[in-house]
C-alpha cells in the first residue's frame, strides 16, 4: 500500500464541477419562469386556470394533436392529461374534435385557448428582454444556442 495520499481528480469544469449543477440552475430558472407566467395569466383575467393546467400550454400549444400525443410530450400518463383535458374543455380552453375525414379526435385550442397560449408568449418575450437587459443580449443569444443544441444532441426536436 502507498502511503501518498489520493489526489482529487480534477474536473475539466473548473468552477462549475460542484453545485449548484446546471441542472438544479435550469430548474431553479423554469420555477422563477413558472412563477411569471402565473402572475401574467391570472392579470390577464384568467383567474379560473390552475397551476396543473399551465403545463398543457407548454411549448409547443397543443393545437390539433392526439391526446396520447399531448401525454408522451408532457411525460404524463393519458390518463392524467385526459383529466387536465377535460377541465380545460369544460372551462372554454379546449376543444376536442376530429379532423375532416376522421374518427379520431384531436385536441384544439378554443379562442380563449389561444388567447392564454398569447398571454404565456408574451410573458416569455417580456422575460427574455429583461434577462438580456440584465446579462446582455450575447449571453441570452449564446444561452438560447447552448439549450437549443443540447436538445437537438438529445433527440428532443424543436418545431
Not at 12 to 36: D, K, N, Y
Not at 57 to 63: E, T
Request: glycine fraction near 8%; charge should be positive; aromatic fraction near 6%.
Amino acid at each position: 500500500m502507498s502511503s501518498q495520499p489520493k489526489r482529487k481528480r480534477q474536473s475539466s469544469l473548473g468552477e462549475h464541477s460542484r453545485p449548484p449543477f446546471i441542472g438544479a440552475l435550469l430548474r431553479l430558472t423554469w420555477q422563477r419562469v413558472r412563477s411569471r407566467i402565473q402572475e401574467a395569466v391570472r392579470e390577464a383575467g384568467f383567474t379560473d386556470l390552475e397551476e396543473a393546467h399551465l403545463a398543457v400550454f407548454s411549448y409547443p400549444l397543443p393545437d390539433g394533436v392526439r391526446p396520447s400525443e399531448l401525454a408522451r410530450n408532457m411525460r404524463m400518463s393519458r390518463q392524467a392529461i385526459n383529466y387536465l383535458v377535460v377541465q380545460l374543455e369544460e372551462l372554454g380552453y379546449l376543444e376536442r374534435r376530429a379532423p375532416a375525414g376522421s374518427d379520431r379526435r384531436r385536441i384544439y385550442l378554443s379562442e380563449r385557448g389561444k388567447r392564454v397560449g398569447e398571454t404565456i408568449y408574451g410573458c416569455l418575450r417580456q422575460l427574455q428582454a429583461e434577462w438580456s437587459s440584465e446579462v446582455g443580449k450575447d449571453s441570452i443569444q449564446r444561452l438560447h444556442g447552448c439549450a437549443a443544441a443540447t436538445l437537438d444532441r438529445g433527440g428532443t426536436a424543436l418545431g
